[in-house]
Nanobody, 118 residues
Framework: QVQLVESGGGLVQPGGSLRLSCTAS????????MAWYRQAPGKQRELVAQ???????NYADSVKGRFTISRDNAKNTVYLQMNSLKQEDTAVYYC????????????WGQGTQVTVSS
């Protein structure tokens, strides 16, 4: 059974930092492209950052220079370091994983709330 479990969300002031973690089980993690998405109230879910098996990364324009995605295959974990947080970063953040070569299902975590507010 595949599980993605996020942690690290919370309340932070504008300009602050948070690090999200997502730990996978039930998969050979190193074969999976991993990503973070977010969904704010009343908005569609959007891609925030992605990291491939070869560690290539891409980011939404709105977070470039502020967020960093990384992975530790030995720990089956993907991270999202979020710096210089803004109120518009407030959303539920979801971890996503997919094994592209074998066209696996899309796997999602349960989400973790990030609230940026003074």
């Amino acid at each position: 059974q595949v599980q993605l479990v996020e942690s690290g969300g919370g309340l932070v002031q504008p300009g602050g930092s948070l690090r999200l973690s997502c730990t996978a089980s039930g998969v050979i993690f190193g074969f999976y492209t991993m990503a973070w998405y977010r969904q704010a109230p009343g908005k569609q879910r959007e891609l925030v950052a992605q990291i491939t098996t070869g560690r290539r990364t891409n980011y939404a324009d709105s977070v470039k220079g502020r967020f960093t995605i990384s992975r530790d295959n030995a720990k089956n974990t993907v991270y999202l370091q979020m710096n210089s947080l803004k109120q518009e970063d407030t959303a539920v953040y979801y971890c996503y994983g997919k094994n592209e070569p074998i066209r696996s299902p899309d796997y999602w975590g349960q989400g973790t709330q990030v609230t940026v507010s003074s």
